[in-house]
């Protein structure tokens, strides 16, 4: 399903944040990394051909981690419009079951930062019309690049085009066919020319919008939104500039809403979303963690995703990717009361939403 395939991890730049060092410690931490660069790619080699029970263990991660910091965060950021259709579907069963509590009568607006082709958008209408058909969802796609907007405003996809000029996915790309393999029948037909077009009740209501995350002016085009995802598109942009454009984007959200959250240093996530009172909601945390395909090869790929680790102190915050933005109430409670922030109790009731489901008799791998 890939729009744009990245290329594999080139561990070039030396990028470990040093700031809270002191200055002798810093220079000895640089010395060790440029003593070490040369063995890179024989560790590289090493490490992906150890069992995995060993590379999951705590010195094992350690290694990993001195590794991405030094060798691999900073490399390769630039962006591309990769992109397929439910692309995690754990994550979005989260999201359905959050909304779920959205109030009757009320439209839930819902914004896909960086939506590339639409892929990510139409998924998440897709199964929230499938399971919530009260809901009265308004949908905007917002991306910088004319081309990919174009495709996603068609709902077009052809295989084996380039997604910026013409619009395309690779439909026979293993990577969504095996997560949900019968859902794409749900979502698009086929046109008699050979083309896959997204069904018209999952199109409704939709608008797609040519606009920069990174605009402060991006409240006065989109307006408040109930939900907004911002997936794998923050991560490839320089720190400041992502943190910037997260709070922005936080900043659009109403009290009570719903962020959406990956595909973004995890560093840097934890301590805005901490900083900012979000509360992360921990369901489905491992099943979403390693849900992404493309979010593998942990230390070598700069997206990829470290293994989750609970001894973490913040851990709620770094690897949560549905965030609850406090309502009103909690805020005037917060004001009230000093209280550590709270994780998100989400108690919404749970959709079966089989990950591996590859009996054709169930529509698109979910049952009710
Ligand atoms: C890797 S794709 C992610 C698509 C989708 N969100 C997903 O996760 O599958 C990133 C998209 O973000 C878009 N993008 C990059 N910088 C952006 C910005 N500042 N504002 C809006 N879109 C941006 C790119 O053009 C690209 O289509």
Redesign the pocket.
């Given at each position: 399903m890939a729009?744009?395939v990245h290329d594999s991890a080139r561990p070039s730049a030396v990028v470990c944040d040093r700031t809270a060092l002191e200055p002798g410690e810093a220079q000895m931490s640089r010395l060790l990394e440029l003593t070490i660069k040369p063995f890179v790619p024989f560790v590289r080699h090493i490490w992906r051909r150890l069992p995995v029970a060993l590379r999951q263990t705590r010195p094992a991660r350690r290694i990993g981690t001195f590794f991405y910091d030094h060798y691999v965060r900073g490399t390769y950021r630039d962006?591309?419009?990769?992109?397929?259709f439910l692309?995690n579907i754990a994550q979005l069963r989260l999201l359905t079951e959050v909304v779920s509590a959205h109030p009757r009568g009320q439209p839930l607006r819902i914004a896909?930062?960086?939506?590339?082709?639409g892929?990510?958008l139409y998924s998440t209408l897709w199964l929230l019309r499938r399971y919530h058909p009260w809901l009265q969802v308004v949908a905007r796609g917002?991306?910088?690049?004319a081309n990919?907007i174009e495709v996603a405003r068609k709902g077009v996809y052809r295989l084996r085009t380039p997604s910026p000029q013409g619009g395309t996915l690779e439909l026979n790309g293993a990577k969504v066919l095996t997560t949900v393999p019968n859902a794409l029948n749900d979502i698009m037909d086929m046109t008699p020319e050979g083309d896959f077009r997204i069904k018209d009740w999952i199109r409704e209501g939709v608008s797609w919008t040519v606009?920069?995350?990174?605009?402060p002016g991006l409240a006065a085009i989109i307006g408040p939104q109930d939900v907004v995802?911002?997936?794998?598109?923050l991560g490839?942009?320089d720190d400041a500039i992502a943190e910037a454009?997260l709070r922005g984007l936080v900043k659009l959200i109403v009290p009570g809403g719903t962020l959406v959250l990956?595909?973004i240093d995890l560093d840097l996530k934890s301590r805005v979303t901490q900083s900012l009172g979000l509360k992360p909601m921990t369901r489905y945390l491992e099943e979403i963690h390693t849900a992404d395909p493309t979010k593998g090869d942990w230390p070598w790929t700069r997206w990829s995703h470290e293994p989750i680790d609970y001894q973490r102190a913040d851990w709620h915050y770094r690897y949560a990717t549905v965030f609850g933005v406090a309502s009103s109430d909690e805020r005037r409670q917060e004001n009230a009361i000093d209280r550590p922030d709270a994780v998100l109790a989400v108690d919404a009731p749970v959709l079966a939403v089989s990950m591996s489901n590859t009996d054709s008799s169930t529509p698109a791998g979910i049952a009710r």
């Amino acid at each position: 399903m890939a729009t744009h395939v990245h290329d594999s991890a080139r561990p070039s730049a030396v990028v470990c944040d040093r700031t809270a060092l002191e200055p002798g410690e810093a220079q000895m931490s640089r010395l060790l990394e440029l003593t070490i660069k040369p063995f890179v790619p024989f560790v590289r080699h090493i490490w992906r051909r150890l069992p995995v029970a060993l590379r999951q263990t705590r010195p094992a991660r350690r290694i990993g981690t001195f590794f991405y910091d030094h060798y691999v965060r900073g490399t390769y950021r630039d962006q591309t419009h990769y992109t397929w259709f439910l692309r995690n579907i754990a994550q979005l069963r989260l999201l359905t079951e959050v909304v779920s509590a959205h109030p009757r009568g009320q439209p839930l607006r819902i914004a896909s930062i960086g939506c590339s082709v639409g892929a990510e958008l139409y998924s998440t209408l897709w199964l929230l019309r499938r399971y919530h058909p009260w809901l009265q969802v308004v949908a905007r796609g917002i991306d910088t690049s004319a081309n990919v907007i174009e495709v996603a405003r068609k709902g077009v996809y052809r295989l084996r085009t380039p997604s910026p000029q013409g619009g395309t996915l690779e439909l026979n790309g293993a990577k969504v066919l095996t997560t949900v393999p019968n859902a794409l029948n749900d979502i698009m037909d086929m046109t008699p020319e050979g083309d896959f077009r997204i069904k018209d009740w999952i199109r409704e209501g939709v608008s797609w919008t040519v606009a920069d995350a990174t605009d402060p002016g991006l409240a006065a085009i989109i307006g408040p939104q109930d939900v907004v995802i911002a997936c794998n598109v923050l991560g490839p942009m320089d720190d400041a500039i992502a943190e910037a454009c997260l709070r922005g984007l936080v900043k659009l959200i109403v009290p009570g809403g719903t962020l959406v959250l990956d595909g973004i240093d995890l560093d840097l996530k934890s301590r805005v979303t901490q900083s900012l009172g979000l509360k992360p909601m921990t369901r489905y945390l491992e099943e979403i963690h390693t849900a992404d395909p493309t979010k593998g090869d942990w230390p070598w790929t700069r997206w990829s995703h470290e293994p989750i680790d609970y001894q973490r102190a913040d851990w709620h915050y770094r690897y949560a990717t549905v965030f609850g933005v406090a309502s009103s109430d909690e805020r005037r409670q917060e004001n009230a009361i000093d209280r550590p922030d709270a994780v998100l109790a989400v108690d919404a009731p749970v959709l079966a939403v089989s990950m591996s489901n590859t009996d054709s008799s169930t529509p698109a791998g979910i049952a009710r």
